[in-house]
């Protein structure tokens, strides 16, 4: 599987670290919502299909990234700096 | 008033630092390993939309002029610069003092600075099988194309982290952490025998 990486181009999933799902909504840290805590911690989409989630280049410029990828086909469909700018498009 | 001494740097490396021929040169030596030993090795930091700013106070201090884009870097055998993280640059000089002339450039709007000269070991492999070697230990495209010359790029050997510098056509200057530097230029030795390496 390769993640093509915004700043460093295409690199083998060994160099990147999964940061979990990118769908999640914190609530602000003084919130008492328990409601919304709850769907933070344990809420999950687990879709069989696009999927969007946070990955870290931790083996390379370390950058937070968001990153879509197929979880029937591990295709990564497209990928961007987590805290926006330029976005990768990979699929042809 | 007498000019401060800086007490003489040690090579990490020096237990397993043989000069010579080694593995298999019988039929020649294809790759040439040596550490490089500079003087001041700094990591700049820019905040976001600061870059621009950054790039000039490095031409500025050095007159390395970046080449705009993702890993773009130079190099003059003297001085080196060059990206390897959005934002972020390593800065190299032969010389020592590289980080007091940066003192008054970086200001604090700009960025940061952080001397890494005693932090990192940088190890020089050069010779036609150069990128051959390169290629068994990390899992990028050594090829000039993607690779162009005073280019950069973060990686990888297993868990040893490291910022690899084109620093010729057939050479590359890798920056890893000093902690480390021994086990990886043992196995960078080992993984030269077979085309035969020369300690320099
Ligand atoms: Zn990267």
């Known amino acids: 599987m390769l993640i093509t990486c915004p700043y460093c181009g295409p690199r083998d999933v060994i160099e990147f670290t999964y940061q979990g799902d990118g769908n999640r909504k914190r609530p602000q840290p003084a919130s008492q919502d328990l409601d919304a805590w709850n769907a933070y911690v344990y809420d999950r989409l687990n879709p069989a299909g696009d999927h969007n989630e946070i990955w870290q280049h931790s083996g390379g410029c370390r950058a937070h990234l968001r990153v879509v990828r197929n979880t029937l086909t591990h295709e990564i469909l497209s990928t961007a700096f987590a805290r926006g700018g330029h976005k990768t498009e990979s699929r042809s | 008033?007498?000019?401060?001494?800086?007490?003489?740097?040690?090579?990490?490396?020096?237990?397993?630092?043989?000069?010579?021929?080694?593995?298999?040169?019988?039929?020649?030596?294809?790759?040439?390993?040596?550490?490089?030993?500079?003087?001041?090795?700094?990591?700049?930091?820019?905040?976001?939309?600061?870059?621009?700013?950054?790039?000039?106070?490095?031409?500025?201090?050095?007159?390395?002029?970046?080449?705009?884009?993702?890993?773009?870097?130079?190099?003059?055998?003297?001085?080196?610069?060059?990206?390897?993280?959005?934002?972020?640059?390593?800065?190299?000089?032969?010389?020592?003092?590289?980080?007091?002339?940066?003192?008054?450039?970086?200001?604090?709007?700009?960025?940061?600075?952080?001397?890494?000269?005693?932090?990192?070991?940088?190890?020089?492999?050069?010779?036609?099988?150069?990128?051959?070697?390169m290629a068994k230990f990390f899992a990028i495209d050594f090829a000039l194309p993607a690779f162009p010359l005073g280019a950069g790029r973060s990686t990888n050997h297993h868990d040893i982290f490291a910022q690899i510098q084109r620093s010729g056509a057939d050479q590359f200057d890798i920056y890893v952490f000093r902690s480390f530097a021994r086990s990886f230029w043992k196995a960078l030795c080992h993984a030269s025998e077979e085309v035969g390496y020369e300690v320099h």
């Open chain 2, 1 to 133: 008033m007498a000019e401060h001494q800086l007490p003489e740097r040690q090579s990490p490396l020096e237990p397993e630092y043989h000069p010579g021929s080694h593995g298999n040169f019988e039929h020649g030596v294809d790759v040439i390993l040596s550490e490089t030993r500079p003087g001041s090795i700094l990591q700049l930091a820019a905040w976001p939309g600061e870059e621009k700013r950054l790039i000039e106070a490095i031409r500025k201090v050095t007159g390395l002029g970046l080449p705009d884009g993702a890993g773009g870097g130079v190099s003059n055998g003297v001085r080196a610069a060059f990206g390897f993280a959005p934002g972020k640059f390593t800065v190299v000089d032969e010389a020592e003092g590289l980080a007091a002339a940066f003192a008054g450039a970086i200001t604090p709007a700009i960025g940061t600075l952080t001397d890494l000269s005693h932090g990192r070991t940088p190890i020089r492999i050069a010779g036609p099988k150069a990128e051959w070697v």
